[in-house]
């Protein structure tokens, strides 16, 4: 089935320490995306990339790190959380640019920073 | 600034009555607009999109969205709403670059 994956679904920490969220596709998509959501803000772009070993800056990047060494996998990364990354966290990939191409999007990850 | 705007945080219909969720955008050029939903615990899931052409555009579950270049706007609609029409919907436009730009979502509540 061709899908998005991310893990974990739910994940509560503590300000400081370093977490690591995956995300996985196996559609061969060339586009990978992270984004967060919250209540009145909608959806804002963290970071993208368009292909292996290319990333670029979304809307709200600080606090966030991404790598694409895999074509299938897109990692974000949070070095130091802070209550203020307390989101829900969506994946998403695309065949290109989503300037033509329909966004396929993971189930999301809850993220609590206490 | 370039953005997407959602007026109505939520929009309450009967069900059997048409459906409207309304969006506007500022952009600059000729952007593509699609449509996406979300269902509760899920990810968001692509509705239909417009590019060129025709103004009226058809998508997934019977929806359609009306594409008009004066007013700026990209409204959803449809015919005959379902309860299982209930959730979250959210416009987004790609300016043309590899962003997308989502508004803020609008909650729609099918009532029975």
């Known amino acids: 089935e061709a899908q998005v994956t991310q893990n974990p679904r739910y994940l509560i920490t503590v300000t400081g320490k370093k977490l690591t969220v995956t995300c996985s596709q196996n559609?061969?998509?060339?586009?990978m995306s992270w984004y967060r959501q919250d209540p009145g803000l909608g959806l804002r772009q963290i970071y993208y990339?368009?292909?292996?070993?290319?990333?670029d800056k979304g809307d709200v990047p600080e606090g966030y790190k991404v790598s694409r060494k895999e074509k299938r996998n897109f990692p974000l990364i949070l070095e130091s959380p802070s209550p203020n990354q307390t989101s829900l966290y969506f994946c998403?990939?695309?065949?290109?640019?989503?300037?033509?191409?329909?966004?396929?999007f993971g189930n999301g990850t809850r993220l609590t920073v206490t | 600034a370039q953005s997407v705007a959602q007026p109505e945080d939520q929009v309450n219909v009967a069900e059997g009555n048409p459906l409207t969720v309304k969006c506007t955008y500022s952009?600059?050029?000729?952007?593509?607009l699609f449509w996406y939903v979300q269902y509760p615990n899920r990810g968001l899931q692509f509705l239909l999109k417009y590019i060129t052409g025709d103004n009226l555009v058809k998508g997934s579950y019977g929806f359609e969205a009306e594409f008009n270049k004066s007013q700026t706007s990209f409204h959803l609609k449809k015919p005959s709403a379902l309860v299982s029409d209930s959730a979250l919907y959210f416009c987004a436009v790609t300016p043309g670059d590899d962003k997308i730009i989502f508004g803020k979502g609008t909650r729609l509540h099918i009532l029975p």
């Open positions: 952009v600059s050029g000729n952007p593509y």
């Open positions: 998403a990939s695309g065949t290109g640019s989503p300037y033509n191409s329909p966004l396929h």
């Open positions: 990339s368009m292909n292996v070993e290319v990333t």
């Open positions: 559609m061969n998509h060339e586009y």
